[in-house]
C-alpha cells in the first residue's frame, strides 16, 4: 500500500511541476511580446523626430572616450589661493564662582554695561565671552563684578 501512495505522490508532483513550466514559458512570451511593441513604438517615435542629431542623448554617445581611467573613487582638489578668514578676537571673563546667583549678577552687569556678551553652559561650568575691544570697558566689567565678591579675570579668545 505505501508503494502505491508513493507512487501517486510522485506523479502528482510530476504534473504540477510540468504544468507550472507551461504556465512560466507562456507568461515570459507574453511579456516578451509586449516588450517587443515597446521598442518598436520607440524606435518609430525616434525616426519620426527631426532634430534626432541634436539631444542631448546623441551628443553624450558621440563623445570620445578618454585615454586614461583615474585608479580612485574620490579626487581632492587644492587650491594655491590664501584663506580670506578673518580671525576675531573676543575676550573670555573666567570666574571664580558658578552658582546660579553670581551668574545672575554676571548677566545683569554685562547687560547694564551693554557690551555684546555670550553666555556658553558647559555641563556645569559656564563660559563667558565678551565681544568687545575696548579696554577700559573690561576694567569695568571687572570692578563691577568685584563689587558682588565675584573675583574675575580676562582672558583673550581667537575665535
Not at 514559458?25 to 509586449?34: C, G, H, S, V
Not at 578668514?85 to 554676571?106: E, R, W
Request: hydrophobic content about 40%.
Amino acid at each position: 500500500m505505501s508503494r502505491h501512495t508513493l507512487l501517486a505522490i510522485v506523479s502528482v508532483l510530476l504534473i504540477l511541476v510540468f504544468s507550472l513550466g507551461i504556465y512560466l514559458y507562456k507568461y515570459a512570451n507574453a511579456n516578451l511580446a509586449e516588450i517587443k511593441q515597446d521598442t518598436q513604438s520607440e524606435q518609430n517615435l525616434a525616426k519620426q523626430e527631426p532634430n534626432a542629431q541634436n539631444t542631448w542623448l546623441n551628443k553624450l554617445a558621440t563623445t570620445s572616450k578618454k585615454e586614461y581611467v583615474l585608479p580612485v573613487n574620490e579626487i581632492y582638489i587644492e587650491y594655491a589661493r590664501p584663506l580670506k578668514t578673518k580671525t576675531k578676537t573676543a575676550y573670555q571673563l573666567i570666574v571664580d564662582k558658578n552658582d546660579a546667583y553670581s551668574l545672575f549678577c554676571i548677566t545683569q552687569t554685562l547687560r547694564s554695561i551693554e557690551v555684546d556678551f555670550t553666555l556658553v553652559k558647559d555641563g556645569v561650568k559656564s563660559q563667558i565671552f565678551l565681544n568687545t575691544n575696548d579696554s577700559a570697558l573690561l576694567q569695568s566689567v571687572i570692578t563691577k563684578l568685584g563689587n558682588f565678591d565675584i573675583k574675575t579675570s580676562v582672558k583673550e579668545v581667537k575665535i
